[in-house]
């Protein structure tokens, strides 16, 4: 569910008129709804109620202080992976004691900024990290609390890019050299070893790997606490959301009129079939959401420029590009892209949409079914408010988008559109080649 639907023929977010903040801002520009984060953060921690719970937003999928503060606001810890995360995280004001920090290559310096503002805890990747972290927490003379990434070899039947918890992926220890590990780290004396963790891959649709996961895991963590006194268990975050039917998912009708057998994922049958798993283990259970946190809570607003019409093609040329939102480019993925002004009037018109870019790659959907659009007219990527601006760049010279945050009727630019003074502002001619 979430908040962006139409009021008569206007795309609204809650009770702002996407195109009023399309013309007050410019585009490209990413819309954020507070309501449609503060339900799925809601949601999640009433599905798994009666745990121990913690919820670390992972702040991967949206980093902007604004969103950051909201979260905090609503209880919630992060899921941090690199020393910038940290020090977002203290910017907006939240909370580094209820946090945790991952990733597979933590620097030195990352170490210490965590261990100096009380990191709730280090989920491990390897052994040498262990041993970094214990010297690092060893100089300045503390004890480093530590959970271990195990990889629990499950498929997640996700995309391959963001699959993270097959035995050939990058992260964590196996399961089978778990207890190894764990061994190893509790001869560090600058090591406290304080819970185990797991994350198996993100934009998950079915609860059977979740389930398969925490079922294979569940034994060995209880090993741990027998042993160890561990204090929690992170079993990650990859909760899905949904792309194709993205505006229609925003009504309670939608779902009601989806078949249970094939009902996406909701925050209600995870914590539904989870819950009675994890409540015996009388641990603290810790989640790492991100995707589910703000995914359907974005769009990215766009303007037409061209209408291409060619031999059997036609080419709907936007605004916004590759640069903006990559997850087409990269994981070839679908995003609706609705009109902000709906005319149910008005020819279909059967296009590709691509933005200005010079790549092929820069291309957001083939062949769509669209309402035809004109130029000036605005259109709404939905779905974009997890991956969206912090995977953009500034490829061909592009400014960073602007982003708005929207709660009830007020809207408020967290992120102004970069200028081209800003972009170049660290560059330099050298002296040898002027002269
Ligand atoms: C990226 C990541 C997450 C969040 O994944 P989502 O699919 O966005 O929920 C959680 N935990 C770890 C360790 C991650 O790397």
């Known amino acids: ?19 009023e903040i399309a013309r007050l801002y410019g585009t490209p520009t ?25 919820i670390c937003y992972a702040m991967k999928a949206n980093s902007s202080l604004a969103i950051l503060r909201h979260f905090a606001n609503l209880g919630a810890g992060f899921d941090l992976v690199s020393g910038g995360e940290v020090r977002r995280v203290l910017a907006a004001g939240g909370d580094i004691k209820r946090s945790v920090f991952a990733g597979v290559g933590k620097t030195e310096a990352e170490i210490e900024l965590a261990l100096k503002n009380d ?46 918890g097959k035995s050939d992926n990058k992260f964590g220890i196996p399961l089978a050299h778990a207890a190894a590990a764990y061994e190893a780290a509790a001869r560090f004396p600058h090591i406290q070893i304080k819970g185990a963790q797991m994350h198996i891959g993100s934009q998950l649709t079915s609860l059977a790997p979740f389930v398969e996961a925490v079922k ?18 992170s079993i990650g975050g990859g909760i899905g ?31 539904e079939a989870l819950t009675p798993l994890l409540a015996p283990l009388g641990l603290k259970i810790v989640l790492e959401p991100g995707r589910y946190m703000v995914g359907n809570a974005g ?74 659009v004109g130029e000036g007219e605005y259109i709404a990527f939905m779905s974009a408010g997890a991956y969206g601006y912090t995977m953009s ?18 809207s408020d630019l967290i992120n102004a559109r970069e200028t081209f003074e800003q972009q170049i502002q660290n560059e330099k001619l050298p002296a040898f080649l002027t002269k």
């Not at 609204?12 to 008129?17: L, M, T």
């Not at 070899?153 to 963001?162: L, N, S, Y």
């Not at 009037?345 to 291309?363: K, Q, W």
């Not at 760049?393 to 007020?410: D, F, K, P």
């Open 216 to 233: 294979k895991v569940a034994p060995f963590v209880t090993d741990l606490k027998a042993k160890y006194g561990i204090t929690y268990w």
């Open 393 to 410: 760049s500034r490829y061909n010279t592009r400014n960073m988008a602007a982003e708005v945050l929207v709660q009830g009727g007020a």
């Open 299 to 372: 769009v990215l607003l766009s303007r037409v420029e061209y209408l291409k019409r060619g031999k059997g093609k036609n080419f709907l040329i936007v605004d916004a590009a590759m640069n903006d939102l990559v997850r087409p480019a990269m994981y070839d993925s679908f995003h609706e892209i609705v009109p902000l002004h709906r005319d149910t009037e008005r020819p279909a018109l059967v296009a590709d949409v691509v933005g200005p870019v010079c790549e092929s790659g820069d291309c957001f959907a083939k062949d769509r079914p669209l309402q035809s």
């Open 119 to 164: 990191i709730f805890a280090f989920h491990v990747e390897s052994e040498p990290e262990i041993a970094r972290i214990n010297h690092v927490a060893g100089k300045l003379g503390v004890k480093a609390p530590i959970a271990i990434r195990i990889n629990p070899d499950v498929d997640a039947h996700t995309h391959a890019k963001i699959t993270t």
């Open 30 to 54: 990413y819309v954020y709804s507070a309501a449609t984060m503060a339900d799925n953060y809601n949601r999640l921690a009433s599905g798994l109620k009666g745990l121990d719970l913690q």
């Open 241 to 271: 959301i949904i792309y194709k039917d993205a505006l229609a998912s925003g009504s309670p009708e939608w779902w009601s009129a989806q078949p249970a057998d094939t009902r996406p994922l909701t925050p209600e049958a995870y914590g």
């Open 1 to 19: 569910m979430h908040h962006f639907h139409y009021a008569g023929s206007n795309l609204q977010c809650e009770n702002v008129d996407l195109a």
